[in-house]
């Protein structure tokens, strides 16, 4: 191993002269002078690797890994929020749906009973018994087709652990490498641009909220304005 | 056999999807009595009051899982018997050996049918009537 610390024989020398002497004091002052040579090659070292890591951050094309840490993975993060935040909406409401339609199932079957013997023939009252029943299984099968809703929400929330996780830690490599977070610039006007005539699907982030409509009545008067 | 449709029921899962899909079944079921508890944590000083006759839980839960629940609910001298049924999507074999071996009753794997449900239910039930009487 080349090793760009010199240590002096003399000094090593001297070290056991001491320690054969017992000379604990003299013994400590050289063990002190020889690690401290160690340790200021250790950080030169390491300053010359942050270095290096600084380097090689900038190298990177136009800053992107910088740009990415800052607005994409956040934007990552807010848009696998949006995904379970609809999910349970859209889940809650096919549930209360559901469970009305059940309830009317269950006051047709209580009328059927109340009416057999009545207004009611035998043959259409069981057929009408049939029905509801199977009305009952439909209404449960939609019930339970919802529970996609857990299983894809522990899904994401596992993935949106794995993504701050990530962000975390390119934040430290950034701030290791000596580079300012704070300082790190919005996307650039026209790349924004690029994206958005590509399409970029519904507007679910506060960034991308804003300067978008949030209504048809808005695009209306918008095109209104437009003299459209 | 003859299962108490009275008994108080705890539903415990972090989704409240899972919760009223649950819910509704055991009410399809006959049940009627339902409590609700979003983890662990909330469930635990629920199930100390000695109220629930049956508890049915999620595995993965902020705080504390149905997992260690469980295990609470099993090392309670008084709490120790009551029946446990764990629905869930975790599915590897060591954890279904691990629930087994910390005293589970049942154990559902998600997605699941009310059919499964309603055939895990009799047969928790039908062994709670075994010890009972043997």
């Not at chain 2, 609700?36 to 006759?53: L, S």
């Not at chain 2, 993965?60 to 609910?73: E, F, Y």
């Amino acid at each position: 191993m080349t090793c760009a610390t010199h240590i002096e024989i003399e000094k090593v020398q001297a070290l056991l002269n001491a320690l054969q002497k017992n000379d604990q004091i003299q013994a400590t002052v050289l063990l002190d002078e020889l690690t401290q040579l160690r340790e200021s090659e250790l950080y030169q070292r390491l300053s010359s690797l942050t270095n290096n890591l600084h380097d090689t951050l900038d190298g990177l094309v136009d800053n992107r890994l910088l740009l990415q840490t800052k607005h994409d993975l956040p934007d990552v993060t807010e848009r696998l929020e949006y995904v379970l935040s609809s999910t349970d909406e859209a889940c809650s409401k096919t549930l209360s749906s559901t469970e009305r339609a059940m309830d009317l199932s269950e006051s047709i079957a209580l009328l059927i009973q109340e009416n057999s013997n009545k207004n009611l023939s035998e043959p259409l009252q069981k057929q009408l018994n049939g029905l509801t029943t199977k009305l009952d299984t439909e209404l449960t099968n939609i019930l339970l087709a919802q529970s996609f809703q857990d299983l894809t929400g522990q899904v994401l929330n596992r993935v949106l652990l794995t993504v701050s996780a990530l962000e975390q830690s390119l934040i430290q490599l950034i701030s290791d490498s000596r580079h300012d977070y704070d300082a790190i610039p919005d996307k650039e006007d026209d790349e924004q641009k690029q994206d958005e005539m590509k399409g970029i699907g519904p507007n679910v982030t506060q960034k991308s909220k804003q300067n978008s409509v949030d209504s048809q009545d808005a695009v209306d008067d918008l095109l209104d304005d437009l003299g459209i | 056999m003859q299962m108490n449709r009275d008994m108080n029921i705890l539903v415990v899962d972090d989704f409240s999807t899972m919760r009223r899909i649950v819910k509704n079944l055991l009410k399809e079921l006959g049940f009627h009595k339902f409590d609700e508890a979003d983890d662990g944590a909330t469930a635990w000083p629920m199930v100390q009051t000695g109220k629930y006759d049956f508890i049915v839980s999620d595995w993965n839960m902020p705080n504390m899982s149905g997992l260690d629940l469980l295990k609470h609910v099993r090392s309670d001298a008084n709490l120790q018997n009551t029946p446990f049924l764990l629905i869930t999507a975790e599915a590897k074999r060591s954890q279904i050996l691990e629930a087994a071996q910390a005293g589970v009753d049942g154990y559902i794997v998600k997605p699941f049918t009310a059919a499964t449900l309603n055939a895990k239910i009799h047969k928790i039930f039908e062994r709670v009537a075994e010890r009972q009487n043997g």
